[in-house]
């Protein structure tokens, strides 16, 4: 039989008009259950807010860790909380992937025709992230204040690339760790423990002996979330030349978490029915 | 008719682990090599013409998830050729897609959190389909089935038979070629069963679609496949219209005995074993022709089904009288849920007819 039908060109267009659609039905849906949304809003800056708090308890005792000062560490967790924003917002999805695999449920996404990774991806969208971003937002305009750094439209738009690269290794990280599940029975704690290390990224590199500053730029790269993009900001007269790296950094991360996660994919094969 | 699928010899093999048993067994897992091939699919053919339905069984584990899955382009056949409208599906799965619908009776393959209408616009746009074709098929979906009262309300909080039916109506919309529909009836309420029936059967007809049904369901199948192939262990053991299936066996008839109410009351599962066992081998002994007869036991309602090649069905009828307390008799063609099971049973039985003859020669 021929095919006779057109294929239409699926471009940046095409996906974008689709997550664009399932986005607003997905929040509307969600703001309907009102105090749902609310209590998991609330919850989530709690959960930040207490994190603050651990560690301005610390800077009353401590006025400086290793040469490192309050509003700095402070501007350092601000990039944290933003960075891991959009991994928290709109990839929320790889936390429940390993249940989709183990059960065969994951079958029901192999059957539409637009890019499968896409597909899984934008059936959710975490709305009590944006909490988590105001706070951190908040966070990053005290501290930019408290430490002086001048308003440009350079410092700004090498903010906006700093954490955009930072956000880009959030994700990376969770990608590749969620696709182990296409290969291993446990990989849930794979994908915990990766996410625990992510929290280490709210402390200077520098803080910590040769072992782990190597460990965390080149086996667990996160170095590259929050202190080597704000290096820039907080040591603007010697930070290190990989700070100049994070936007390649960031993207060659994806590329390859997004190769390995289509590759589990394709050697997905579902159980029996 | 054209062919819109063909499959020539397709094999699909699976490598499992040899797992050994006990602590030290699991230690050696961890490092061996020592696979052993599973055949999931052996040496399958078959073509199947636009707009049949086919009905496609097999017991558990038999292979029909498997071949389902090469024929919608998720798994690549270890060997043989397979052509789906035109195409090799495993090559372009993304473009095949576009031309095939896929039903889970179980799993939803609508947005979840969202209401149908909305997971019906998100598909017009996933699929291309035109204004006007969208449209013609809403139409057409009202006029089958009273679904307009469900379009608002979002997938999550449907019950099992209305998220079945929105995810056969989205199956239909971008109007492809074939519909895959696997156990679309499981776990249905019997009118909701029937609803869904007269549905696939009017999409079928008014659309030419061509339909695959697995099912475990005989009901699904006497309603709407006039074809049914039967795999098991892998292998194609059936492909026929279900009108031929009826000989397959030679000619079988039941005869059903409703016995006095009181006979089985409070009765347990033994004691109604130890009757049926009883009441075989008095008729056996009574007629040696009639050994082959199967007996069960449903309620106060005794089935015998008798091969009608070996022994007349009147003898056997005039024995059971002789031994049985008879309230009433009816006589049934057999059904196409008992010739299934038949084949079921036959295979299996063969099967491990071959395997203890291989365990007695390697002993």
Redesign the interface.
């Known amino acids: ?3 006779t ?1 057109i ?2 060109i699926r471009g940046f267009l ?1 996906y974008f ?2 997550y664009w ?2 986005a607003l ?2 929040i509307k ?2 703001m309907s259950y009102r105090s749902d949304f609310l209590i998991s809003t609330i919850g989530m800056i709690a959960v930040n807010v207490s994190g603050f708090l651990g560690f301005w308890l610390v800077f009353q005792t401590f006025h400086e860790i290793n040469g490192w000062k309050f509003n700095e560490i402070l501007f350092l967790y601000a990039c944290l909380l933003l960075t891991m924003t959009p991994n928290q917002i709109f990839f929320d999805n790889n936390w429940s992937l390993r249940y989709y695999v183990y059960s065969g ?1 994951f ?2 996404y ?6 499968l990774f896409f597909y899984f991806i934008s ?1 959710v969208i975490d709305v009590k992230g944006f909490g988590q971003f105001f706070f951190g937002l908040f966070l990053l305009i005290y501290s930019w204040i408290q430490l002086q750094i001048p308003v440009t439209v350079g410092n700004v738009v090498t903010l906006l690339v700093g954490l955009l690269s930072g956000s880009l290794v959030v994700i990376a990280l969770m990608v590749a760790a969620s696709a182990t599940c296409f290969w291993l029975m446990n990989s849930g704690f794979i994908m915990v423990y990766i996410f625990k290390f992510t929290d280490y990224a709210k402390y200077p590199l520098s803080i910590f002996n040769k072992f782990f500053q190597v460990l965390f730029t080149v086996l667990i790269p996160i170095g590259f979330i929050a202190y080597y993009p704000s290096l820039y900001f907080l040591r603007p007269n010697d930070f290190e030349w990989l700070t100049l790296l994070c936007p390649v950094v960031g993207a060659i991360m994806v590329l390859i978490a997004y190769k390995i996660w289509m590759y589990g994919a394709s050697k997905y ?2 159980t ?2 | 008719m054209e062919p819109v699928i063909q499959i020539n010899n397709i094999c699909k093999t699976f490598k499992v682990l040899n797992r050994k048993t006990g602590i030290k067994g699991a230690v050696q897992n961890l490092f061996s090599r020592d696979y052993k091939e599973i055949k999931a699919v052996d040496d399958i053919s078959l073509t199947i013409n636009e707009g049949e339905m086919v009905g496609y069984l097999g017991p558990n584990g038999a292979g029909k998830s498997t071949t389902i899955k090469v024929m919608t382009g998720i798994l690549e056949p270890t060997s043989g050729n397979i052509l789906v409208n035109g195409r090799v599906p495993y090559k372009n799965r993304s473009v095949n897609a576009q031309d095939i619908g896929v039903v889970f009776g179980q799993r939803s393959q609508l947005w979840w959190a969202l209401p149908v209408i909305e997971s019906f616009r998100i598909l017009k746009e996933v699929y291309a389909i035109p204004d006007d074709v969208y449209k013609k098929n809403m139409q057409m979906f009202s006029d089958l089935v009273n679904v307009e009262n469900l379009y608002n309300k979002p997938v999550r909080e449907m019950s099992l038979g209305q998220r079945t039916l929105c995810d056969i109506l989205s199956s239909f919309l971008h109007n492809p070629g074939i519909v895959f529909l696997d156990e679309p009836t499981i776990g249905l309420d019997v009118s909701m069963k029937s609803k869904i029936r007269y549905l696939i059967s009017e999409l079928n007809k008014e659309k030419g679609t061509t339909i695959i049904l697995t099912t475990h369901d005989m009901g699904d199948v006497d309603a709407l496949a006039k074809r049914i192939i039967i795999i098991d262990q892998g292998k194609m053991i059936y492909d026929d219209n279900i009108a031929h299936l009826k000989t397959f066996f030679g000619a079988y008839r039941t005869i059903k005995i409703t016995l006095p109410n009181e006979q089985f009351d409070g009765a347990d599962e033994e004691k109604k074993a130890k009757f049926i066992a009883d009441i075989t081998s008095q008729i056996i002994a009574k007629n040696e022709k009639a050994r082959n007869i199967h007996v069960s036991l449903d309620e106060s309602e005794l089935s015998i089904l008798v091969p009608e090649a070996e022994v007349p069905l009147i003898e056997v009828l005039s024995t059971s009288q002789e031994i049985l307390p008879v309230k009433d008799v009816q006589i049934a063609e057999i059904s196409t849920e008992s010739i299934i099971r038949k084949i079921y049973e036959g295979n299996e039985s063969k099967s491990k007819l071959l395997s203890s003859e291989v365990k007695e020669k390697a002993e």
């Open positions: 039989m021929e095919n039908r294929r239409p095409f008009k689709i659609m399932i039905q997905d849906s969600k449920d079958v029901k192999c059957f539409r025709p637009i890019n059936e094969s579902g029996g029915s």
